[in-house]
């Protein structure tokens, strides 16, 4: 009962956040004049009309779910792996310029030798803050944090110092890459009106049950874990949590990179330059936030997002909201899911039996558990 | 160009870079001495600057040459107010530190471009007309060489950002305030103990951190930027992060590291007119400030410096 009591809660805490979001959303909109009716009205038509947007809500979380799973893995292991833009960047640079650089391989060879040195190319911008923190206790907040900034300017520079003339259009853009490096699917695509969906996709399915896999059913994810529940009894129990710690990180850079590839090869097909973070990196953090880190939660949580953001654009047009008013909600969603600690005692207490009053005792005297999570700072 | 037109250009360009740096770092000391975490000065930084160029836009023919002085005023109290959130989050509701912190980086350029394009219609604003420009001190200005190069034509709200850090050198260390704020970040049981109110302290530390953040940015978009969209701050607050740590939680470190810091940036800008820095490929002077920062983290830093109970919450027992 007790049990079963806790699972309704920690299904209801993201919901609810979801819905405290959406809500506040409605009253600023409100606030300043627009109809939120309208507002959710045209964001829903947008996202989930037609064939061709929900073909782009699907692209839209395509990234997303990789970037999640890469955040979840590290959260795992007790890291919050802030770099995910910075990784995804990486794999975005490295994918279509290996692409840009053997055009004429044949698609059977090229695309996956893109695909991976994409994946590669994001591990090892995570491996960087993972040694580090393995080695000399290093924050890997901080450490990832300024590795987003050092990559974007890099990626900048290689396109446009780097690279050959040859292989750009503009001072801002690389040519597009070959038929034979893209990840596009025509038989998709129209199926979905002509909408940018593609093999990404498959790639962030099989991600999915990938990352549910090794977390759930091999050693690696069960020292990962163990390291994040508690890294000294795992030390005692023999484990190396200087490995896991790495490995958590490259595993964790290696889905975000993907995250990186698939808007090269699939949705953009080239590379231009960024004048922020990729915003996919931050979105993939508050996805598995709001997934509470499981497959099917990031799986639901990234759709979500996407037809927030896809719907997003069309409340614009439709309605006139500004856009960003989508990420404010996206915002207060998380900032629901981190104070889930006063969500829960007030959801005990308006659903009150015998055992809630255990279970706010519970919550009220044990400190949420979270409290080592950040690392030191 | 003159040596010492030489010299006064690149510290007064490197003091116009460093203000906002050091006033924001200092805000940081203040928050993760009282023991929170705040990866959200970035996002504080932002809400400061778009308040800043709102509140310039819409009272420069009122106040004239003090309007960039008093938007700097109410960029402070939004992000004073806007630390709010972070404050709420991890002192009484006991959220992630770093978790709430991403929601006020999150949350601060949307909500800031929401109600440019709510009150003016497009994403960006227009550039202000009265900005933070050169001020020379009046007599010290004379004074040969020094005056050349510290009291003509310098940037005035970098001698309000040191003298702050003086001040917050002292408060910390010296006062009784600062004494209380640093036991709660150090060891809140035992502060708690002493009759200390541990979370009357750490909402002051976060609310320092708003204000001082948010004045930060409203300096930097009135004397650098001119204007507020989603560009406008970029990293600065996360550069103020790396300061703090690298002057080892002690606000005169702090300053000392966000000036070189600033002196870093501002060589990205200026270096194309100095001989030796315009042979650098400008790549290399953009990411130093962050690569440094990894570079002294490995080399310098053990992990013992941050006060003790930092990112930890506390949890006040019956």
């Given at each position: 009962?007790?049990?079963?009591?806790?699972?309704i809660?920690?299904?209801?805490?993201?919901?609810?956040?979801?819905?405290?979001?959406?809500?506040?959303g409605?009253?600023?909109?409100?606030?300043?004049?627009?109809?939120?009716?309208?507002?959710?009205?045209?964001?829903?038509?947008?996202?989930?009309?037609?064939q061709?947007?929900?073909g782009?809500?699907?692209r839209?979380?395509?990234?997303?779910?990789?970037?999640?799973?890469?955040?979840?893995?590290?959260?795992?292991?007790?890291?919050?792996?802030?770099?995910?833009?910075?990784?995804?960047?990486?794999?975005?640079?490295?994918?279509?310029?290996?692409?840009?650089?053997?055009?004429?391989?044949?698609?059977?060879?090229?695309?996956?030798l893109?695909?991976?040195?994409?994946?590669?190319?994001?591990?090892?911008?995570?491996?960087?803050?993972?040694?580090?923190?393995?080695?000399?206790?290093?924050?890997?907040?901080?450490?990832?944090?300024?590795?987003?900034?050092?990559?974007?300017?890099?990626?900048?520079?290689?396109?446009?110092?780097?690279?050959?003339?040859?292989?750009?259009?503009?001072?801002?853009?690389?040519?597009?890459?070959?038929?034979?490096?893209?990840?596009?699917?025509?038989?998709?695509?129209?199926?979905?009106?002509?909408?940018?969906?593609?093999a990404?996709?498959?790639?962030?399915?099989?991600?999915?049950?990938?990352?549910?896999f090794?977390?759930?059913?091999?050693?690696?994810g069960?020292?990962?874990?163990?390291?994040?529940?508690?890294?000294?009894?795992?030390e005692?129990?023999?484990?190396?949590?200087?490995?896991?710690?790495?490995?958590?990180?490259?595993?964790?850079?290696?889905f975000?990179?993907?995250?990186?590839?698939?808007?090269?090869l699939?949705t953009?097909?080239?590379?231009?330059?960024?004048?922020?973070?990729?915003?996919?990196?931050?979105?993939?953090?508050?996805?598995?936030?709001?997934?509470a880190?499981?497959?099917?939660?990031?799986?639901?949580?990234?759709?979500?997002?996407?037809?927030?953001?896809?719907?997003?654009?069309?409340?614009?047009?439709?309605?006139?909201?500004?856009?960003?008013?989508?990420?404010?909600?996206?915002?207060?969603?998380?900032?629901?899911?981190?104070i889930?600690?006063?969500?829960?005692?007030?959801?005990?207490?308006?659903?009150?039996?015998k055992?809630?009053?255990?279970?706010?005792?519970?919550?009220e005297s044990?400190?949420?558990?979270q409290?080592?999570?950040?690392?030191?700072? | 160009?003159?040596?010492?037109?030489?010299?006064?250009?690149?510290?007064?360009?490197?003091?116009?870079?460093?203000?906002?740096?050091?006033l924001?770092?200092?805000?940081?000391?203040?928050?993760?001495?009282?023991?929170v975490?705040?990866?959200?000065?970035?996002?504080?930084?932002?809400?400061?600057?778009?308040?800043?160029?709102?509140?310039?836009?819409e009272?420069a023919?009122?106040?004239?040459?003090?309007?960039p002085?008093?938007?700097?005023?109410?960029?402070?109290?939004?992000?004073?107010?806007?630390?709010?959130?972070?404050?709420?989050?991890?002192?009484?509701?006991?959220?992630?530190?770093?978790?709430?912190?991403?929601?006020v980086?999150?949350?601060?350029?949307?909500?800031?471009?929401?109600?440019?394009?709510?009150?003016?219609?497009?994403?960006?604003?227009?550039?202000?007309?009265?900005?933070?420009?050169?001020?020379?001190?009046p007599?010290?200005?004379?004074?040969?060489?020094?005056?050349?190069?510290?009291?003509?034509?310098?940037?005035?709200?970098?001698?309000?950002a040191?003298?702050?850090?003086?001040?917050?050198w002292y408060?910390?260390?010296?006062?009784?305030?600062?004494?209380?704020?640093?036991?709660?970040g150090?060891?809140?049981?035992?502060?708690?103990?002493?009759?200390?109110?541990?979370?009357?302290?750490?909402?002051?530390g976060?609310?320092?951190?708003?204000?001082?953040?948010?004045?930060g940015?409203?300096?930097?978009?009135q004397?650098?930027?001119?204007?507020?969209?989603?560009?406008?701050?970029?990293?600065?607050?996360y550069?103020?992060?790396?300061?703090?740590?690298?002057?080892?939680?002690?606000?005169?470190?702090?300053m000392?590291?966000?000036?070189?810091?600033?002196?870093?940036q501002?060589?990205?800008?200026?270096?194309?007119?100095?001989?030796?820095?315009?042979?650098?490929?400008?790549?290399l002077?953009?990411?130093?400030?962050y690569?440094?920062?990894?570079?002294?983290?490995?080399?310098?830093?053990?992990?013992?410096?941050?006060?003790?109970?930092?990112g930890?919450?506390y949890?006040?027992?019956?």
């Amino acid at each position: 009962m007790n049990n079963r009591n806790a699972k309704i809660r920690s299904i209801l805490v993201p919901v609810l956040s979801v819905v405290l979001g959406l809500a506040i959303g409605a009253i600023i909109m409100a606030a300043f004049g627009f109809n939120p009716v309208v507002g959710y009205q045209s964001m829903l038509n947008a996202s989930l009309g037609n064939q061709r947007s929900i073909g782009e809500t699907l692209r839209q979380a395509t990234p997303l779910i990789l970037t999640a799973l890469g955040f979840s893995i590290a959260n795992s292991a007790g890291f919050f792996n802030i770099g995910l833009s910075g990784q995804a960047l990486c794999g975005w640079v490295a994918s279509v310029s290996f692409a840009l650089i053997f055009p004429d391989l044949p698609k059977i060879i090229l695309l996956p030798l893109c695909v991976i040195l994409g994946a590669l190319a994001g591990a090892l911008a995570a491996a960087i803050p993972g040694v580090l923190r393995a080695y000399f206790g290093t924050s890997e907040v901080i450490v990832t944090i300024m590795m987003n900034y050092i990559v974007l300017y890099l990626s900048t520079f290689i396109l446009q110092d780097a690279m050959p003339e040859s292989f750009r259009s503009s001072l801002d853009s690389s040519n597009r890459i070959t038929e034979n490096a893209s990840l596009s699917m025509e038989s998709l695509s129209r199926f979905f009106g002509g909408s940018r969906v593609n093999a990404g996709l498959f790639i962030a399915l099989v991600g999915l049950v990938v990352v549910w896999f090794i977390m759930k059913k091999t050693t690696l994810g069960y020292e990962i874990r163990a390291v994040g529940l508690n890294p000294n009894a795992s030390e005692y129990a023999g484990m190396s949590s200087k490995r896991s710690i790495i490995l958590s990180m490259v595993l964790s850079g290696t889905f975000a990179g993907l995250g990186g590839v698939v808007e090269g090869l699939g949705t953009y097909q080239n590379f231009f330059v960024q004048t922020e973070s990729l915003t996919i990196g931050f979105d993939g953090l508050a996805v598995s936030l709001l997934g509470a880190g499981s497959s099917i939660g990031i799986l639901l949580a990234a759709l979500l997002f996407s037809v927030l953001q896809i719907g997003g654009l069309g409340m614009q047009t439709g309605a006139g909201v500004p856009f960003e008013i989508v990420n404010v909600v996206i915002a207060l969603i998380i900032f629901f899911v981190a104070i889930s600690y006063i969500m829960r005692v007030l959801l005990a207490k308006v659903m009150p039996d015998k055992r809630q009053k255990e279970v706010i005792q519970n919550l009220e005297s044990s400190s949420g558990g979270q409290d080592e999570k950040g690392g030191d700072l | 160009m003159s040596t010492i037109g030489l010299i006064s250009l690149i510290l007064t360009s490197a003091l116009v870079y460093s203000t906002p740096l050091i006033l924001t770092a200092l805000g940081g000391t203040f928050s993760e001495r009282s023991g929170v975490v705040n990866v959200g000065l970035e996002g504080i930084m932002v809400m400061g600057a778009f308040s800043g160029i709102v509140f310039n836009l819409e009272n420069a023919g009122r106040f004239g040459g003090w309007t960039p002085w008093l938007g700097i005023a109410v960029g402070g109290l939004v992000g004073m107010l806007f630390s709010l959130l972070h404050a709420t989050a991890t002192v009484s509701f006991r959220a992630d530190h770093i978790i709430s912190g991403t929601v006020v980086n999150l949350m601060a350029p949307a909500l800031g471009v929401f109600l440019i394009k709510v009150w003016y219609g497009k994403g960006q604003t227009d550039n202000i007309d009265s900005n933070l420009g050169y001020f020379s001190f009046p007599a010290l200005e004379n004074i040969p060489v020094i005056g050349d190069i510290f009291f003509k034509n310098t940037f005035l709200p970098a001698y309000l950002a040191i003298g702050i850090a003086i001040i917050a050198w002292y408060v910390i260390s010296k006062t009784r305030f600062g004494l209380r704020l640093r036991s709660v970040g150090e060891h809140p049981q035992a502060a708690d103990t002493l009759g200390v109110n541990v979370y009357l302290f750490r909402y002051s530390g976060v609310l320092l951190s708003g204000l001082l953040g948010g004045m930060g940015g409203a300096i930097f978009a009135q004397s650098i930027s001119g204007n507020f969209s989603a560009g406008t701050i970029v990293g600065q607050g996360y550069i103020s992060l790396a300061a703090m740590i690298f002057g080892k939680w002690n606000p005169l470190g702090a300053m000392g590291a966000a000036i070189f810091f600033g002196f870093a940036q501002s060589l990205s800008i200026i270096g194309a007119q100095l001989p030796v820095i315009s042979s650098i490929p400008p790549v290399l002077l953009q990411i130093a400030p962050y690569l440094l920062t990894i570079i002294v983290l490995v080399l310098f830093l053990g992990r013992s410096s941050a006060p003790q109970a930092s990112g930890k919450n506390y949890v006040k027992s019956k």
